[in-house]
């Protein structure tokens, strides 16, 4: 299942939403408002992770789990080995709650938090022959389990709202982690079009499906047992944890501030974490702390965001971490993207400058 075989059955499973499960032979039941699909997006998207992740995981899908005497309703559990390793919640898109998207990854960190290294458990039903049988299941929680936000599509909300809600539950990190697989058109929308022509009106975003594997593959279970078969994903999911030694690449990881990233990952995650200790920081200042020449003069350490957009536009080519998400914002209001091409000698610059001036600590994953 690629990406865009994902979106293309949301698509299947909203149109169907609009018509009845039952009919009479005269066609006299009517429908109005469609049916919920998402215990059917939960499902596909288990499936749509199962196709990527090791063989080791397990997918409970709105299974209630018991933890410290609190039930909670995780929509899919990621389970290797009676070890609670993610969970993952599934928006259609956020239309749900509108504007309260930041309070409500703030209560699921808070969760995260609660339960990570503690004991749950869990029933299983199984049905056969009409019989039910309950099993218990006891199990432990990671103590790197994460909470990801998934929504489907980034429409049914006003855009600025959108985006600056996306961009604040960035502070929910390393805890909660949020994505956006698509957005321009609802898949959802009503219209002349056809599946095919609706689907092509859809910016389907496969960086974020491939964030959402990298992240997913935890150091519990670090295994991806393939990536989705485009040129664009390949490189990026590669990153998350399939290397491929002939090409030449370094795959190399780095741990900081808690969490394991890549190269222009850490770059990211650094320029972050500073402006998070300063907050009061002006972009003039970011610029004096984080020179061009520990890049180069071309793309610098970071640009402003329309300024890294014009540079994707004219060349083809993502320079910067451009999407709503990862833009990052200095107490001057203005919004900032990172570079993304890191390795070689900037990014041994960029590593040495960071341990040696800002003092952080960043340790190097040795890779077997």
Known sequence: MQCKDFLETIIDAYRKARKPL?????????????????????????????????????????QPINVNGETYYPDI??????????IVDVKMDLGWKRDKLEEFCKNKRDMIRKIRGKEGSLKIKETKSSKTRVERMNFSISGSCSYHVVIISGENIKSALRDRQLNTVMRCQPEVYTY????????NEYGDDSKEQLLKRITVDEEQ?????????SSDVPKIKKVPDTDHLAPVASRAGSRTPSSGKDYSKYIFNGTKHNKNGLVHAVVRKYLQEHPKTTYAELLKVFPDNLHSSRYGVFRKANEAQNVENKTGYRRFFTHPVDLLQTADGIKIAVCTQ???????????????????????????
Not at 77 to 86: A, D, F, G, P
Not at 343 to 359: A, P, Q, S, T
Request: hydrophobic letters at 40%; proline letters at 1%; aromatic letters at 12%.
């Open 342 to 368: 890191w390795g070689g000698e900037n990014f041994i610059r960029f590593l040495d400058y960071v341990v040696n001036n800002l003092k952080y600590k960043i340790e190097k994953v040795d890779l077997k």
């Open 77 to 86: 559990m990621l389970v290797n080995s009676s070890k609670l390793n993610q």
């Open 209 to 217: 499906f491939a964030d959402l594997l990298k992240n997913l593959a």
């Open 22 to 62: 039952y009919q009479d032979d005269e066609g006299r039941i009517k429908r109005g408002r469609s049916r919920s699909i998402a215990s059917e997006a939960e499902e596909l998207l288990a499936a749509f992770l199962s196709c990527y992740l090791s063989n080791d995981y397990e997918f409970y899908i709105d």
């Open 180 to 187: 956006l697989l698509s957005k321009g058109v609802h898949p």
